[in-house]
């Protein structure tokens, strides 16, 4: 179609012809910046987190102590923290730890060195530091729901295990 005859047409038929022409292109164009926008809009805005879940394998913490941590999380910062406690000594302690990283189901790791080693070894967590003089390490496995908000509670569980241990 020439201008000419597209000035002569109706504003209805500007826009029907316009749809005929462009509409593909006008309808991918707004699925791909509806989609770009929600992508930006989850990374600026990532939703809180509304529960955590805390794996402690070790010894020298009690499920009494898993409790105050669990409560001290909930009065800190308003979720709903999930605090699992295995021993070694506990046969389904490491078959336990073992699934629950490997599912993801995990957003905060507290255990030995050895344990800690071997999951860096084999790339499931991001990283991991001693706790305090302790034998105990923490970390986060890689697939964990990463946010501002999980890393204060990562700091605040490594002060509650220290304050536990040293009681």
Not at 49 to 65: K, M, N, R
Request: glycine share 6%; charged share 25%.
């Amino acid at each position: 179609m020439d201008m000419k005859s597209f000035k002569d047409l109706s504003f209805k038929g500007k826009i029907k012809w316009i749809i005929d022409y462009y509409g593909l292109t006008i309808f991918f164009t707004i699925i791909a910046l509806l989609i770009i926008f929600n992508l930006v809009n989850s990374f600026v805005n990532p939703e809180p987190i509304a529960d955590t879940v805390v794996f402690i394998y070790c010894d020298e913490l009690s499920s009494e102590d898993a409790d105050k941590i669990s409560a001290g999380i909930a009065d800190q910062f308003d979720i709903e923290p999930e605090v699992q406690i295995y021993h070694p000594s506990d046969l389904y302690g490491q078959q336990a730890l073992a699934t629950k990283v490997g599912a993801d189901q995990i957003d905060i790791i507290i255990t030995p060195l050895g344990e800690m080693e071997l999951m860096n070894d084999n790339a499931y967590i991001q990283g991991y530091e001693q706790i305090g003089d302790t034998d105990l390490y923490l970390g986060i496995p890689k697939r964990s729901r990463t946010s501002e908000q999980l890393l204060q509670i990562k700091e605040y569980v490594e002060k509650m295990v220290l304050e536990e241990i040293s009681e």
